[in-house]
T-cell receptor, first 114, second 111 residues
Framework: DAGVTQSPTHLIKTRGQQVTLRCSPKSGHDTVSWYQQALGQGPQFIFQYYEEEERQRGNFPDRFSGHQFPNYSSELNVNALWLGDSALYLC?????????????FGAGSRLTVL | QKEVEQNSGPLSVPEGAIASLNCTYSDRGSQSFFWYRQYSGKSPELIMS????GDKEDGRFTAQLNKASQYVSLLIRDSQPSDSATYLCAVNRGGGNKLTFGTGTQLKVEL
């Protein structure tokens, strides 16, 4: 049973560039959430997608956008990168949007902005 | 005041001892509570979930929730070196999957 898969695992960008990160949820899951984890911090919620729509959003600027496809996979896009965007980006999947749902996390995409 | 607060540690315990990890949260509307373990450079892995006041046991792990005191804890019995990791407390207010995490407590289990 495939878990949550993310790509790429590592990437380096320069300030001002744009990046796209990809996530395939665990088999049977239909909801995808994205989190940003800076070094030494806990993950911070970016947004959640369900039924191809953004359902919840954390305190992140509009430079952060996303998409969910009919097969439940998702993309996170970040425009106009700046140094502070350097972090581990985690995708988490679940079945449905109940607050009691357990999230399964992927291994993450580590973004370095120079 | 942070929404979810944890002592960053490190918390050092000898092998075989009980490790006690604590977490407080500020939102009284929080309904679901989770403990995740995160090894260095890896993704968070669910250890325990708890939804009602009291204790919940799973193997060597016990989660305790006190909503009146806005406090949740994790006890690890018979601590092993493989338990050395950062433990993240997370809460959910309900109505979606948004988790609010603490900064994590680093646990070191020493031989």
């Amino acid at each position: 049973d495939a878990g949550v898969t993310q790509s790429p695992t590592h990437l380096i960008k320069t300030r001002g560039q744009q990046v796209t990160l990809r996530c395939s949820p665990k088999s049977g899951h239909d909801t995808v959430s994205w989190y940003q984890q800076a070094l030494g911090q806990g993950p911070q919620f970016i947004f959640q997608y369900y039924e191809e729509e953004e359902r919840q959003r954390g305190n992140f600027p509009d430079r952060f956008s996303g998409h969910q496809f009919p097969n439940y996979s998702s993309e996170l896009n970040v425009n106009a990168l700046w140094l502070g965007d350097s972090a581990l980006y985690l995708c988490a999947s679940s079945l449905g949007v109940s607050g009691a749902n357990v999230l399964t996390f992927g291994a993450g995409s580590r973004l370095t902005v120079l | 005041q942070k929404e979810v607060e944890q002592n960053s540690g490190p918390l050092s315990v000898p092998e075989g001892a009980i490790a006690s990890l604590n977490c407080t949260y500020s939102d009284r509307g929080s309904q679901s509570f989770f403990w995740y373990r995160q090894y260095s450079g890896k993704s968070p892995e669910l250890i325990m979930s708890i939804y009602s006041n009291g204790d919940k046991e799973d193997g060597r792990f016990t989660a305790q929730l006190n909503k009146a005191s806005q406090y949740v804890s994790l006890l690890i019995r018979d601590s092993q070196p493989s338990d050395s990791a950062t433990y993240l407390c997370a809460v959910n207010r309900g109505g979606g999957n948004k988790l609010t995490f603490g900064t994590g407590t680093q646990l070191k289990v020493e031989l």
